[in-house]
């Protein structure tokens, strides 16, 4: 069956330093990625997606991420966190303009 | 432009009873989305219309669960009767075309005692 992975579930990081947060799917086939975030109180936004090109992405508020098809993976990064971006993270896959599947989200506590 | 919207934000309601949420979508979407999501966990698609059909409700649990969406706009979804089990968030969402970028709404949480 389809999946997306989230390795990590909590993250705690201080201010300025530097964010990788890890993404695997499993399906063979095309795939449309997406980065989603929920800050406190609000709803689910979008923050970058792929469907082609250059799989090294940009999105909203300094946040990218690299889309490595041989891995299997689409991990977002951001150089330097603040405490705004205190938040859960979800990534989702898209399989073939069908189904969207969201991993399990990872959730970020920045220290001011 | 308008966002997404949904009603009641908040249910409680004991087990055995019936409830149902609203959905709005964002005017033009054609593609609506029910998902369910569980504390610590990810949306999970319930059904998935493009206009008024439905065309993805494998997820469904039909012996309790009911949608529709009438006329290609606003959407229904209803539990009947709501069991213990059920207590989540039931998110809301829509888009331009089945494979883009989803708008959310704030989501019904629904706490059934």
């Known amino acids: 069956a389809q999946s997306v992975s989230q390795h990590n579930h909590h993250v705690i990081l201080s201010e300025a330093a530097s964010l990788e947060l890890g993404c695997n799917y499993s399906?063979?086939?095309?795939?449309?990625l997406f980065w989603y975030v929920q800050y406190p109180g609000q709803h689910l936004q979008l923050l970058l997606k792929?469907?082609?090109?250059?799989?090294l992405v940009k999105g909203i508020k300094g946040f990218e991420a690299e889309f490595i098809k041989s891995k299997f993976s689409f991990n977002l990064r951001k150089p330097s966190v603040q405490w705004s971006d205190t938040a859960e993270y979800f990534c989702?896959?898209?399989?073939?303009?069908?189904?969207?599947?969201f991993g399990a989200g990872t959730r970020l506590f920045v220290k001011a | 432009e308008a966002g997404v919207v949904q009603s009641p934000r908040y249910k409680i309601i004991e087990k055995k009873q019936p409830v149902a949420f609203w959905c709005n979508p964002i005017?033009?979407?054609?593609?609506l989305y029910w998902y369910l999501q569980n504390l610590g966990q990810g949306p999970e698609l319930l059904i998935r219309?493009?206009?008024?059909?439905?065309?993805?409700d494998s997820q469904l649990p039909k012996d309790r669960f009911s949608a529709e969406r009438l006329k290609g706009v606003d959407s229904t979804l209803k539990i009947q009767p709501a069991e213990l089990g059920d207590s989540a968030v039931y998110l809301c969402?829509?888009?331009?075309?089945?494979?883009?970028?989803?708008?959310f709404g704030p989501g019904t949480r629904l706490t059934v005692l």
């Open positions: 989702a896959v898209n399989t073939g303009g069908f189904k969207t599947i």
């Open positions: 399906y063979g086939g095309t795939v449309n």
């Open positions: 969402a829509s888009s331009l075309g089945r494979n883009n970028e989803q708008f």
């Open positions: 005017s033009g979407h054609n593609t």
């Open positions: 792929y469907f082609s090109g250059d799989p």
């Open positions: 219309y493009e206009n008024e059909e439905a065309v993805d």
